[in-house]
């Protein structure tokens, strides 16, 4: 496709339960990026890949979340025991490559609301 | 410490009275300054990317301008479309730090 495409684009679960959510990013970009952004606030950072490689994870809130790439394209971020402060727009962003100065391109977004 | 800070939160503009955003920040060595539009729903959209002190750039209605201590989005003549919350990024390495936004609300 032309742009980032994010799946599901909606998500409603309980408290405890596991959730995935999957980016699929623009063709050729090896920079891809994960962000959180709750009512009112601004972007989080969570991760981001070069590749295949993740170099930092500092920005994952707990041990709880976990992000792969495989085959330097699609993304999947996941979500153990879902907390209800983890509902949130979940944003999958990807540029064509980290070190560089070129700029990024968002997806939708994956709404998760945990009940 | 690397921030970004945006004001104003929210504004309101008739149509065809012209204002600006600001966007401030601190970073150790700012390898790019960026302007996003997000729409409720949606996830943001590029507009502008920045370098370096003394840089403009200008889209439609839209031009933003650079300093070594922040960036300004001015807005002419605004139409109702262009209502939005605008958000700013700096990357001084590998991460981009976003502002919490300007909300933009133009009235005809």
């Known amino acids: 496709g032309a742009g980032v495409s994010q799946s599901p684009s909606n998500k409603v679960t309980e408290k405890g339960k596991d959730v995935e959510l999957r980016c699929d990013p623009i063709s050729g970009h090896t920079a891809l990026y994960w962000y959180r952004q709750s009512l009112g606030q601004g972007l989080e950072f969570l991760i981001y890949?070069?590749?295949?490689?993740?170099?930092?994870k500092s920005g994952l809130p707990s041990d709880r979340f976990s992000a792969e790439r495989t085959g330097g394209s699609v993304s999947t971020l996941t979500i153990q025991r879902t907390q209800q402060e983890d509902s949130a727009v979940y944003l999958c962003a990807s540029s064509l490559e980290v070190d560089s100065y070129n700029e990024q391109f968002f997806g939708p977004g994956t709404r998760l609301t945990v009940l | 410490e690397d921030q970004v800070t945006q004001s104003p939160e929210a504004l309101r503009l008739q149509e065809g009275e012209s204002s600006s955003l600001n966007c401030s920040y601190t970073v150790s060595g700012l390898r790019g300054l960026f302007w996003y539009r997000q729409d409720p729903g949606k996830g943001p959209e590029f507009l502008f990317t920045?370098?370096?002190a003394g840089e403009e750039k200008e889209k439609e209605r839209l031009k933003a301008t650079l300093t070594k201590k922040e960036s300004f989005l001015h807005i002419t003549a605004p139409k109702p479309e262009d209502s939005a919350t605008y958000l700013c990024a700096v990357r001084p390495g590998n991460q981009f730090y976003f502002g919490t936004g300007t909300s933009l609300t133009v009235i005809p």
């Open positions: 890949f070069q590749g295949n490689s993740a170099p930092d």
């Open positions: 920045l370098y370096s």
